[in-house]
């Protein structure tokens, strides 16, 4: 099992235009094969971290396998023992594991969350330009059009890797950043437009040192969209949710949980999967989109365009599992 910084810093530093998605998928133009000789802004090589073991593709050249070693082998040019010394920084316990024959067990990691402040240093003022003053506004002019609460933190990264980006960050219980979304400022419309850091995000829970056990603690996909719901408010930071973060958000609260999919295809097709598969599923509550705001995708736009989606709006319109699954079916619970 490899650690997401091994990954992620191979790929940074030997992959050309390297785009991370949900902060574990690699995106990049195919060192094996060149990638289109035609179009130098076509890229078709894909890593996946999968939980530690990545798997990789090349839909150019076809190249692929699960196996990470093969790949650092190729793209280094070095052999298979030289590659897991320099992986495993010759640890001779982990060598003599990757070179024996009998297949190991992989151990769990148990990936505590990381110190992020350093991203606050690229977001300091450095110059009086004009740019800086534009930038400022258009960061003003986001929050104000999003609706953003003032006590929710917004940055602008003025350098770095995520220079020109909005920082919105995600603090613990001493106040320390535990990860952050970087987005594309709107008017700039830079590619990808999310660009987050590479770490696992499986536990990292927002507001979890503010929530009130009495109430319901409400699971959103977006970040600004656990901003509408206040205090009881979180999110998964996208569709998937680890069965220890639903286990850790349960011992949070005495109430329950809400669970609010966006509600667009992506959405839809995630909450009739944990509805299906989940072991959670008949122990949380599910939102519901009321049909008269079925043209908002979220949250935060149902906030924006009706006033709607705080706290209150979100528990009155939940349900449990069987009254959930009528909903769905087209059965009016009001009605009868």
């Known amino acids: 099992m490899f650690d997401l910084q091994t990954v992620s810093s191979f790929m940074l530093e030997n992959f050309q235009q390297v785009t991370i998605q949900n902060g574990t998928h690699f ?25 530690g073991n990545p798997k990789w ?12 070693i093969s790949l650092y082998c190729q793209v280094l040019n070095i052999d298979y023992k030289t590659a897991c010394e320099q992986l495993f920084k010759y640890d001779k316990k982990k060598i003599k594991e990757r070179l024996s024959p009998v297949k190991v067990k992989p151990a769990t990691v148990l990936n505590a969350p990381t110190d992020f402040n350093w991203i606050l ?34 940055f602008l990264a003025h350098k770095g890797r995520y220079k020109n980006r909005i920082i919105i960050p995600i603090y613990d219980a001493d106040g320390n950043i535990i990860f952050f979304q970087a987005r594309s ?12 850091p590479v770490t696992e995000k499986s536990m990292i829970i927002h507001n979890e040192s503010v929530f009130d056990r009495d109430k319901y603690i409400i699971v959103t996909e977006g970040l600004i969209d656990a ?16 069965d220890g973060f639903l286990k850790r958000l ?31 599923k008949e122990r949380v509550r599910y939102f519901v989109m ?16 009706y006033k709607k989606g705080d706290y209150n709006f979100v528990v009155k319109n939940s349900n449990d599992y069987l009254s959930t699954s009528m909903v769905l079916n087209g059965y009016n619970l009001q009605s009868n």
Do not use: W
């Open 27 to 51: 995106h990049a133009r195919c060192p094996l094969c060149g990638d289109s000789a035609k179009n130098e802004r076509k890229k078709r090589f894909h890593l996946d971290y999968n939980g």
């Open 185 to 196: 400022l709107p008017s700039l419309d830079l590619e990808p437009k999310y660009l987050n």
């Open 57 to 68: 593709n090349c839909f150019n050249c076809d190249a692929g396998s699960k196996n990470f």
């Open 250 to 280: 349960m011992e949070l609260t005495d109430e329950g949980i809400i669970l609010v999919f966006d509600n667009d295809t992506a959405g839809d097709t995630a909450r009739d999967k944990f509805m299906k598969d989940n072991k959670y």
């Open 290 to 305: 009321p049909e008269e705001y079925r043209d908002c995708k979220d949250i935060n736009i149902l906030k924006v365009k």
């Open 121 to 154: 240093d690229d977001c300091k003022r450095e110059t009086d330009s004009m740019i800086y003053h534009t930038y400022v506004k258009l960061l003003t002019e986001f929050r104000a059009e999003r609706q953003i609460p003032n006590n929710y933190d917004l």
């Open 227 to 242: 901003f509408m719901i206040g205090d009881q408010g979180t999110t998964s930071l996208g569709v998937e949710m680890s």
